[in-house]
């Protein structure tokens, strides 16, 4: 299913000139490691310049959770492929973040689990998995407009991406910040040197599989945000934005050139 967002009344003059012009589309993609500020960037992005936000990890934890609830274990391929088949898997872009349609039921709020967390790395070793994720991935962004965020959207999904931004911190830091967005609950339940040593796991597995590894693409644009602020991430991005589509300062903003 495509999907495309129209100009809204509370948008930027930047996204309103953008989403008027006649300027095609541009895909937007941003990499990076687990808890290096993807979503954070990815959606301020999307809102500031009239775009739409897609996570694909949450594609890979949607799969994940069925194969998990269905009892199927992560590393049997044929029957992982079997259930791809059975599945649809829809993302659906609001302000607040992706809304995530799997077979047709909102399963959004249950996709941070551990285990699905972790299962969603497992699952996305398997080259034919990927694949058929890429596929969809590819569908969804096809008529542009989009800030797509992932490990391999500037490599694999989209290798000729408008903007292709590779983010990264050192990773004490990105599994501190996790821990920080914990709720009280879940706080009380694990120590900060377990959320990290659980991100370094991942990492670990996101960087080393042998079907598109995360990594940056030779084209993009690296930003180590260990040292940054929220608010200095966010003004570097876009203005890597800003040069790369070579917008131009007007009256009204800003506008393609
Ligand atoms: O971004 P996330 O934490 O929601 O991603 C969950 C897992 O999905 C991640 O550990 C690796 C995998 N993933 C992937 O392999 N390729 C993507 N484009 C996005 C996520």
């Not at 609001?94 to 969603?120: I, K, Y």
């Not at 960087?207 to 930003?223: C, M």
């Not at 040292?227 to 200095?232: P, Y």
Request: no cysteine; glycine share 8%.
């Amino acid at each position: 299913m495509i999907v495309e967002r129209m100009v809204q009344e509370n948008d930027s003059p930047i996204a309103t000139n953008l989403l008027k012009s006649n300027a095609r589309r541009p895909i937007i993609a941003i990499d990076g490691p687990a808890g290096a500020g993807k979503s954070t960037i990815a959606r301020h992005l999307a809102r500031y310049f009239g775009l739409l936000n897609l996570e694909t990890g949450a594609m890979y934890r949607a799969f994940a959770f069925k194969a998990l609830n269905a009892g199927v274990s992560l590393e049997d391929v044929p029957s992982l492929l079997q259930l791809s088949i059975r599945t649809t898997i829809h993302l659906e872009p609001t302000e607040q973040g992706n809304l995530v349609f799997l077979d047709g039921v909102d399963v959004t709020g249950q996709l941070r689990e551990p285990a699905v967390t972790d299962g969603a790395s497992r699952v996305s070793v398997h080259p034919q998995i990927r694949s058929w994720m890429v596929g969809l991935q590819q569908e969804l962004g096809a008529s542009g407009g989009v800030v797509m965020e992932g490990r391999d959207i500037g490599t694999v999904v989209f290798p000729h991406a408008d903007v292709k931004i590779f983010l990264d911190a050192a990773p004490e830091v990105r599994g501190l910040r996790r821990y920080d967005q914990l709720d009280q609950t879940a706080a009380a339940e694990v120590q900060p040197e377990e959320v990290v040593r659980e991100l370094r796991a991942r990492d670990e597995r996101d960087r080393n599989r042998a079907d598109s590894p995360l990594k940056a693409a030779a084209d993009a644009v690296l930003l180590d945000s260990t040292h940054l602020t929220l608010d200095e991430v966010v003004s570097q991005a876009e203005t890597i934005v800003v040069e790369k589509l070579g917008l131009q300062s007007t009256a009204s903003g800003m506008s393609p050139s």
